[in-house]
């Protein structure tokens, strides 16, 4: 019996760059615990500019409620722009569990 292989017509990959008072505001442990809850797999960490930044891959219905997620942010954030990129489907951001890298 052959494994099935992941569908990419129903899953998504993005990098997407946050911006706004986003550090310092527990974005990252946020963002990890939405992601988690949604069964996601990728990265967030903090940028030396202020700015977060976010790798993430899933279900294409699930990743868009983490991007509107982002677009406010846990309580303490104001948000001010969120760029996305969309990406292939290959790639680090799929086949782990949701995690919060080392600022860079």
């Not at 998504?12 to 990252?28: D, L, P, T």
């Not at 899933?58 to 722009?81: F, M, N, Q």
Request: with cysteine; proline share 2%; aromatic share 8%.
């Amino acid at each position: 019996m052959m494994e099935s292989a992941v569908d990419f017509t129903t899953t998504r990959r993005v990098h997407a760059m946050i911006y706004g008072h986003v550090q310092g505001v527990w974005f990252r442990v946020s963002t990890q615990k939405v992601a988690q809850k949604l069964g996601l797999n990728g990265w967030v960490r903090n940028c030396r500019d202020g700015a977060v930044e976010l790798m993430v891959g899933g279900e294409v219905d699930k990743v868009a409620e983490l991007l509107t997620w982002c677009h406010t942010g846990p309580e303490l954030a104001s948000v001010v722009r969120v760029d996305v990129n969309e990406l292939d489907e290959q790639g680090d951001a799929l086949g782990y569990p949701f995690g919060v890298l080392q600022s860079r």
